[in-house]
DNA sequence: CCTACCGATCGGTAGG
DNA sequence: CCTACCGATCGGTAGG
C-alpha cells in the first residue's frame, strides 16, 4: 500500500498540508507527517528545517499566488463589473481547486510565527484592498450601488474562502461552474436593485450596462 | 491588575474561550487557562473535569443557540424573503456579538471528539438545510431568481460567519447595521436580475413580479 | 535513511 | 485552592 516514491521536500510539504488542513498544525505530530511518509520522525530532518518553516512555505506561496491571481485577472479589464467578475472567479477558483491551502491559510495564520505572519498579513490586506477597491471605484462611477463597500468586499471575499469547505471534487458543480456562480452572486451584491425603491442619484452615462455579459 | 474575582465554572469557560479563540484548541495550554485566572493548572479541575469539556461546552451550545435563533427569526412570517432577512439578520448579528463563540466553532470542530462532534455537525447541518430551503421555497414560487440553492445558501451563510474575523465593535459599524447590511446582500443574492440578460425558461405564472416588493 | 535520546511541555492525578 | 508528581508526547539533535 501507499506509492512508496523516495520522500522528497515536496512530498513532506503535500503531507502536512493535508494534515494541518485536517487537524491544524498544532493538532498535527510531526510523527504523523513522518508515518505517512513511511519514514522515521527524525529522518523528515534530511528534508526540512523545522516544523513551523513547513507552515510558513504554505501560507506565504499561497497568499503570494492569489495577489498574483488577481493582478492577472483584472489586468486588461477596463469595465470595472468586469474586473470584479474576473477577481472573484479567479479567487473563488484557487479554494475550489487548492481546498487544502486555503484551510490551512484561515485556520493557521495564528500559529506563524514573526517575522512571516506579518508578511503573510500584509499580503492578504493588499488583495482585499484590491477587491474593495473596485467595488468603491464601481460605486463612484455609478456602475455599481454598493451602501458598505467594506462590509460588501469582506462578504464577497468570505464566501469564497468558504468553499474549501464544503467543496468536494465529486459534487454536481465542477470548480469552474462554481467560481462562475459566485461571480455572478458578487455582481449582483453590487448591482442597482430592481424596483425603483433605491433612487439613482447619478445616472450619467450609465445606458443599461447593468448586464453581465461580456461577450 | 485583573479582577480577581473568585474562580468559577463560568469563569474558566470565558477564559478558554478566550484563548481558543484566539489560538486554536491545540495551541491553547491549559496552564494557559490557569494563568489568566490567577491560580494554578490543577485548581482548574475544581471547576471542569477535561479540557475537551470545555470545547464541547463552548460548540453544543453556540449551535444549539443558531437554531433556536433560526427557528425564532422565521416564526410567524409568511413571505419567504421576510423569512430570508429574518434568518439572515439573526445569524449575522450573533457573529458580531458572539465573535470568539463563532471563530471556535468554525475553527475547531475538528478537535471534538465523538460523540459531541456529531451532534454539533446535526446541529449545523440542521441549520443550513433550514436556509436553503427557504431559499428552494422562494426560488419555486418565483419570488427568488437562483440557479444554485445550495452554493447561494452557502454563500450567504458563510460570509455571515465570517464577520466573526473582521468586526470589531469600535468600527463604523454597528453590530445591528452590520446585520442589516447582511440581510441586504443576502436579499440581493437571491433576486430577480435587472434587465432580461437571463431569459426566463419557463415563465408560466411570474408575470413581471420579478420586483421583491411584497405586499 | 536509522536508533537512541534530549529537555520541555502536555493534560491530568494524588493527596492533602 | 496548593505542591508534588505521573506517563505520554512533543519538536528536535547526536551521531552514525
Request: with cysteine; glycine share 6%; hydrophobic share 40%.
Amino acid at each position: 500500500m501507499s506509492t512508496r516514491t523516495t520522500v522528497t521536500p515536496d512530498a513532506v510539504r503535500r503531507a502536512a498540508l493535508e494534515l494541518f488542513a485536517g487537524k491544524g498544525y498544532h493538532g498535527t505530530a510531526l510523527s504523523e507527517i513522518a508515518a505517512r511518509l513511511e519514514i522515521r520522525t527524525p529522518s523528515l530532518y534530511n528534508h526540512i528545517t523545522s516544523k513551523q518553516e513547513l507552515l510558513a512555505h504554505i501560507l506565504l506561496q499561497t497568499s503570494t499566488e492569489v495577489l498574483d491571481d488577481f493582478d492577472h485577472a483584472v489586468a486588461g479589464l477596463d469595465d470595472v463589473a468586469e474586473r470584479l467578475g474576473a477577481a472573484v472567479r479567479v479567487y473563488a477558483l484557487r479554494h475550489a481547486t487548492h481546498r487544502h491551502e486555503a484551510l490551512v491559510v484561515n485556520a493557521d495564520v495564528a500559529a506563524l510565527e514573526e517575522p512571516v505572519r506579518s508578511r503573510v498579513l500584509e499580503l492578504r490586506r493588499r488583495h482585499e484592498r484590491g477587491v474593495r477597491d473596485l467595488i468603491i471605484e464601481g460605486t463612484a462611477n455609478g456602475d455599481f450601488d454598493v451602501e458598505h463597500p467594506a462590509v460588501t468586499s469582506f462578504g464577497i471575499l468570505e464566501m469564497c474562502v468558504a468553499i474549501a469547505r464544503w467543496f468536494h471534487e465529486d459534487g454536481s458543480l465542477s470548480a469552474e461552474d462554481t467560481a462562475e456562480a459566485h461571480a455572478e452572486l458578487a455582481l449582483r451584491m453590487v448591482a442597482h436593485r430592481l424596483s425603483g425603491d433605491r433612487p439613482v442619484s447619478d445616472p450619467t452615462d450609465r445606458e443599461l450596462t447593468a448586464g453581465k455579459r461580456t461577450t
